[in-house]
């Protein structure tokens, strides 16, 4: 993460796309950052600070979570929908 801006700045080996970041996210502004062996996943700043992922998805890594059926069995209205790190 750059300190002057909290954009995210990758590089390094990149064989499923892990470095580099998405159109869609190239200007966003992150919370926290975790890159994994061949992906990357994030939690945006702005509200309501969001999960994003991407790289490879062949295992699921890139996809962010959803809450579970148990979660949802417990309380309907759990959702993951504003996260305070991440860790890939």
């Known amino acids: 993460l750059s300190a002057n801006d909290a954009k995210a700045r ?8 892990q470095t580099t970041i998405p159109p869609r996210l190239a200007d966003a502004a992150w919370l926290d950052l975790s ?11 702005t509200a309501p600070r969001s999960l994003a992922c991407w790289g490879s998805g062949v295992a699921g890594e890139s996809t962010p979570p959803t809450a579970t059926e148990g979660e949802m069995a417990a309380d309907p209205t759990s959702a993951i929908d504003s996260w305070g790190a991440v860790s890939a």
Do not use: K
Not at 10 to 17: I, K, L, T
Not at 35 to 45: D, I, M, R
């Open 35 to 45: 890159a994994g062996f061949q992906h990357v996943c994030g939690v945006l700043a």
């Open 10 to 17: 990758c590089r390094g080996w990149s064989a499923n796309g």
